[in-house]
């Protein structure tokens, strides 16, 4: 993640949202591929 800090608990939920942002992406991705499919 972008973020970086000495406290653990910043830099975990710097973790969180990159892995949200992720996700995110990924489902993007399946909708996309469905609509075309379909």
Avoid at 11 to 38: H, R, S, T
């Amino acid at each position: 993640s972008a973020i970086v800090g000495c406290n653990p608990e910043e830099v975990k939920v710097g973790m969180d949202v990159e892995l949200d942002f992720l996700d995110i992406g990924k489902q993007q991705v399946v909708y996309v591929f469905k609509a075309v499919a379909g």
